[in-house]
């Protein structure tokens, strides 16, 4: 692990997660009753292990839907206490709270097509960060995703896209662009590394991110979603 960005295989294994694990999806945990009680997610570890185990609970049919009740929601209105940020795709498909299986209060969801990082999202991070102490940032991609698709189409025809998707374009066109008639699948190779430069983006342009991460205080892991199948695969 560099002194920077905490990788899939530190975090899953001071986690206490097997070489299956680390190698392959979120998940591990066994299934637990609808009201049991979430562990505290102080660490980047812990917080990392809490959403492995709502994924595994998910693609398996097993999701408990948990912090969605009327007790739980007027406990919240006081006061939130986020455990894991998210910086989504926008895709209707994919919604951290199902994917997760995780309720109201877990998670500062921030999602954009493309999961660009930009300077409205950098703020809406940094708050969650210093406001609420928040231990873990998963920079979330996922398979077939229109915002990539889009981009190489305009790489490869050329033209312009239409009203303010071009400002997508654009913001991507320099990570997918080397890419573009490459061997193998373009889509899913400029996914996974559209993951990774985000990741990187939230390091390079922020010192509240760089600080924290440097002290111990703050993970970042990059993952990408399949659609097909409901696994999420960490990325890095």
């Known amino acids: 692990m560099s002194q920077q960005i905490v990788s899939r295989r530190s975090l899953l294994a001071a986690g206490g997660l097997t070489a299956a694990g680390a190698a392959g999806v979120l998940g591990l945990a066994a299934p637990a009753s609808a009201h049991q009680a979430e562990p505290p997610a102080p660490t980047p570890t812990t917080a990392l292990s809490r959403l492995v185990a709502g994924n595994k609970r998910f693609y398996k049919g097993n999701s408990r839907h948990p912090h969605q009740s009327l007790r739980d929601l007027h406990e919240l209105a006081a006061g939130q206490h986020p455990f894991a940020i998210t910086l989504g795709c926008a895709d209707s498909r994919v919604a951290p709270e199902v994917l997760f299986d995780q309720g109201l209060g877990d998670l500062f969801d921030n ?9 409205l999202l950098l703020g809406s991070i940094e708050f969650a960060i210093e406001e609420f102490g928040v231990p873990l ?4 991609g996922h398979e077939r995703c229109g915002a990539i698709s889009a981009t ?3 790489i490869e ?7 303010h998707i071009g400002t997508i374009v654009e913001a991507l066109r320099p990570i997918i662009e080397p890419l573009v008639g490459g061997p193998g699948d373009v889509v899913e190779a400029a996914v996974q590394a559209n993951v990774l430069a985000q990741v990187q983006n939230l390091l390079d342009q922020s010192e509240i991110v760089r600080e924290k991460v440097h002290a111990g205080a703050l993970g970042i892991v990059g993952a990408r979603y399949d659609l097909d199948n409901g696994k999420v695969t960490l990325l890095g």
Do not use: Q
């Open 152 to 154: 190489i189409d305009a």
């Open 137 to 140: 940032i998963v920079v979330l």
């Open 111 to 119: 999602r954009v097509a493309g999961n660009i990082v930009d300077d």
């Open 157 to 163: 025809h050329g033209g312009e896209a239409p009203g």
